[in-house]
């Protein structure tokens, strides 16, 4: 764990939990597992706010933990995961993808799990439901059997799951002859033929509108006791059963995406649509780290495409023979039983993207010569300063001057290969070369880097400008009350005149500077994404 990535998991836990998380967190991923006890020692935080931050922590799956032998009764230690952490710099993606599939109730289900860590079936289709009311003309409201074919369809295709379920355990203690301690610790058990199963749940009814402030205080004095009795009889039948967001899967559909991506930008429109279908047939029965996806024959994916792509069998045929041949090796052919066995090579594709990122990088960074000669190592491997000057056509000085360049940002490497024992300078050959894994490592840290200064850039532009977005804030909560009570045009005038001509060209100003740079954070994502697939796909296939 590098401090570019414990300095973004920093911010991103302030950002969403506040400053007493963020500290326990950091100091979780700088020092290792610590003991409840310790953490407080070390932090000077209170024990009662170590451990609503720890409660925070495991709410969220952003921390583990697990009983040691450590002390004659043995000790609880927490973890914390900086992997999950920095998930959440993609909760905004997650939350988009599932509006794409699923439409707003989609949308709704998945933001609210993210936002509470994990939830019951009947508690998200309630709330999601209510908010969908809340939004809908005067009369209308979202059935519940809406919402919850909504989640069905969540469950069915991976991107929800259920939470691992906790036994207790006793804690393991150091056998020390005495009498064993009585002392347990919860566990995690993950039953892997459950995880998509869906509870038989028995809820019906409408979502219910939020009341006014008014309306909704007599209605608490009013009903209270009775709600509490209907709390105490009414069971939905899915009571400990927790989902939680799969998100493995969610990087499995990003990862097709740019695959589709690639081979429509590569070739065509209808070759991206086959390569589509392959993924999308495959996408459940494909584990995330799988080289390639399950092999297909040529029947099932004619039966497969959309009715509106008319592409008869031979024209089929034609185009994935292109797509095998193809230097970029999108699909590959695995046998020819039922008219040929195709699959899509996925680390090939994967690989083939990053590294057209690291050219690319190359480019703006140096020109592009100096792309040209990174290329060129790429493709070649190993090569002479003179071979390079020769291949590159490049003039010796200027070539000579870029291999530095590239070489003193650790973008290029320098091999020595020795003729005798001695080392002598004039018997050893010095070979240019690059390495794909290390330089993509390196442009990671780059893009945690720039995520992190992105963050800290839109924090203190909105904290600079608190005093404006609080009173924006006020005329427009004031805006939405009187609309309400049907106020008249000109009391609507009079309060929007509240905002001078300056503040509100500064509040327009200051809106664009925000959204350009939560842009410019989404961007560097999708870079920081590309390049996380690319190292885990080589790391498992070796």
């Given amino acids: 764990m590098t401090a570019q990535e414990v300095r973004l998991c920093g911010l991103l836990l302030q950002e969403h939990f506040g400053e007493v998380v963020e500290k326990v967190g950091t100091h979780l991923l700088r020092i290792g597992p610590l003991s409840l006890r310790a953490i407080a020692h070390e932090t000077s935080t209170p024990l009662d706010l170590v451990k609503k931050s720890l409660c925070v922590l495991l709410q969220h799956s952003l921390c583990s933990f697990e009983g040691t032998q450590k002390g004659p009764r043995g000790v609880v230690e927490y973890r914390a995961s900086c992997e999950r952490i920095l998930r959440m710099l993609r909760y905004p993606r997650y939350i988009y993808t599932a509006k794409t599939l699923y439409g707003d109730t989609g949308e709704l289900i998945v933001e609210e799990v993210l936002q509470r860590g994990h939830m019951t079936m009947s508690h998200a289709v309630q709330t999601v439901a209510d ?28 991107l929800l799951q259920r939470c691992p379920s906790v036994t207790e355990g006793p804690l393991p203690v150091a056998s020390s002859g005495g009498p064993a301690a009585s002392a347990t610790v919860p566990t995690l058990s993950e039953c892997q033929t459950e995880r998509f199963n869906l509870p038989p749940i028995t809820l019906k009814g409408k979502g219910k509108r939020r009341l006014s402030n008014e309306d909704n205080e007599a209605e608490q004095a009013r009903g209270k006791r009775a709600r509490l009795d209907d709390a105490n009889t009414k069971t939905s039948g899915d009571e400990g059963i927790y989902w939680q967001v799969n998100f493995e899967r969610f990087h499995q559909y990003f990862r097709d995406q740019a695959i589709i991506g690639a081979v429509a930008s590569k070739l ?11 993924l999308r047939m495959s996408e459940v029965t494909t584990t995330p ?12 994916i004619f039966r497969a495409l959309p009715p509106s792509y008319s592409i008869s069998r031979p024209v089929l045929e034609q185009y994935l023979t292109l797509l095998v041949d193809d230097p970029m090796e999108f699909v590959s052919k695995t046998g020819d039983s039922g008219g040929g066995m195709y699959a899509v090579y996925v680390h090939k594709v994967l690989t083939s993207l990053a590294r057209a990122t ?23 491997r190993h090569l002479e300063q003179k071979q390079v000057e020769d291949f ?14 590239l070489l003193s940002e650790n973008l290029v490497q320098l091999q020595e290969i020795p003729k ?11 070979l240019y070369t690059v390495n794909p894994l290390s330089t993509a490592r390196m442009l990671l840290q780059h893009c945690y880097k720039t995520v992190a200064n992105l963050i800290v850039r839109r924090l203190n532009e909105t904290k600079e400008n608190k005093r404006l977005l609080e009173k924006s804030q006020r005329i427009e909560a004031i805006l939405a009350s009187l609309q309400a009570s049907g106020a008249e045009a000109a009391q609507l005038t009079e309060v929007e005149e509240m905002i001078t001509a300056p503040e509100r060209q500064q509040l327009e100003a200051l809106r ?19 390049l996380e697939s690319h190292i885990s796909s080589t790391m498992a296939s070796r």
């Avoid at 592009?368 to 290329?375: K, L, T, V």
């Avoid at 664009?512 to 989404?522: A, C, P, R």
């Fill in 358 to 380: 690291l050219e690319s990088v190359v480019q703006e960074r140096f020109g592009s010569r100096s792309a040209r000669i990174f290329r060129l190592l790429l493709r070649k």
């Fill in 289 to 300: 780290t799988a080289a390639y996806t399950q092999p297909l024959s040529v029947n099932e």
């Fill in 392 to 405: 590159a056509m490049i003039p010796a000085k200027e070539a000579k001057e870029m291999l530095y360049m």
């Fill in 268 to 278: 065509d429109q209808t070759s991206s649509e086959i390569v589509r279908t392959m």
């Fill in 420 to 430: 005798t024992p001695d080392h002598a300078p004039s018997r050893t050959f010095y």
């Fill in 131 to 158: 908010r969908l009311t809340h939004n809908m003309e005067e009369g209308s409201s979202m059935e519940y059997s809406e919402v919850v074919s909504a989640f069905s369809r969540l469950v069915e295709t991976h």
């Fill in 512 to 530: 664009h500077h925000v959204n350009k740079l939560d842009s410019s954070e989404n961007q560097v994502d999708e870079t920081i994404f590309l």
